[in-house]
T-cell receptor, first 115, second 108 residues
Framework: NAGVTQTPKFQVLKTGQSMTLQCAQD?????MYWYRQDPGMGLRLIYY?????TTDKGEVPNGYNVSRLNKREFSLRLESAAPSQTSVYFC????WGTGYSYGYTFGSGTRLTVV | ELKVEQNPLFLSMQEGKNYTIYCNYS?????LYWYRQDPGKSLESLFV?????AVKQEGRLMASLDTKARLSTLHITAAVHDLSATYFC????????FGAGTRLTVKP
């Protein structure tokens, strides 16, 4: 039972390069989320997908795009990476019907450095 | 706009001592979560508090929620080194908003 799987685990980009972070969950969860974690700032929501076919902006969406490819997969794309996007990125998912009773399940994270 | 504030942000404790981490939030919510994160690792769910007055305990950790005061506490009893980690509270909003985290170090 893999839970939430993120790839890659580490990535170094040059300023201006693009890349896509992949996330897949095998728990049949409806909602998926992308967070970034920066020192001293907790986790901040970038984008989320409440259900297959929908996506919405979170607190810090600028410079990112997302795709909910199917129920299992939710990708995050950086079109033109900037040093300010150096961070650790976490994907998370949750199911419906529980009133948020179980919180989120998180992936292991992607550590991205933009030079 | 919901704000979630944790304090302290850094906490160094001696083994065997007790301490409390506080989580204040600015907008009404009836769902509060505590997570643990070890260095370089992902977040692990510790507690889910679903109503006013909720109290949950697991080992040396006890979490409580006062929705009227918009306050949750995470109490550590007789700390041990294995509890060293960063602890986050998170509040259900439209989604989930996290505090900045409390980095706990337990020293022998």
């Amino acid at each position: 039972n893999a839970g939430v799987t993120q790839t890659p685990k580490f990535q170094v980009l040059k300023t201006g390069q693009s890349m896509t972070l992949q996330c897949a969950q095998d728990m049949n969860h409806n909602s998926m989320y992308w967070y970034r974690q920066d020192p001293g700032m907790g986790l901040r929501l970038i984008y989320y997908s409440a259900s297959e076919g929908t996506t919405d902006k979170g607190e810090v969406p600028n410079g990112y795009n997302v795709s909910r490819l199917n129920k299992r997969e939710f990708s995050l794309r950086l079109e033109s990476a900037a040093p300010s996007q150096t961070s650790v990125y976490f994907c998370a998912s949750r199911t419906w019907g529980t009133g948020y009773s179980y919180g989120y399940t998180f992936g292991s994270g992607t550590r991205l450095t933009v030079v | 706009e919901l704000k979630v504030e944790q304090n302290p942000l850094f906490l160094s404790m001696q083994e065997g001592k007790n301490y409390t981490i506080y989580c204040n939030y600015s907008t009404t919510s009836d769902r509060l979560y505590w997570y643990r994160q070890d260095p370089g690792k992902s977040l692990e769910s510790l507690f889910v508090l679903l109503s006013n007055g909720a109290v949950k305990q697991e080992g040396r950790l006890m979490a409580s929620l006062d929705t009227k005061a918009r306050l949750s506490t995470l109490h550590i009893t007789a700390a041990v080194h294995d509890l060293s980690a960063t602890y986050f509270c998170a509040v259900k909003y439209n989604d989930m908003r996290f505090g900045a985290g409390t980095r706990l170090t337990v020293k022998p």
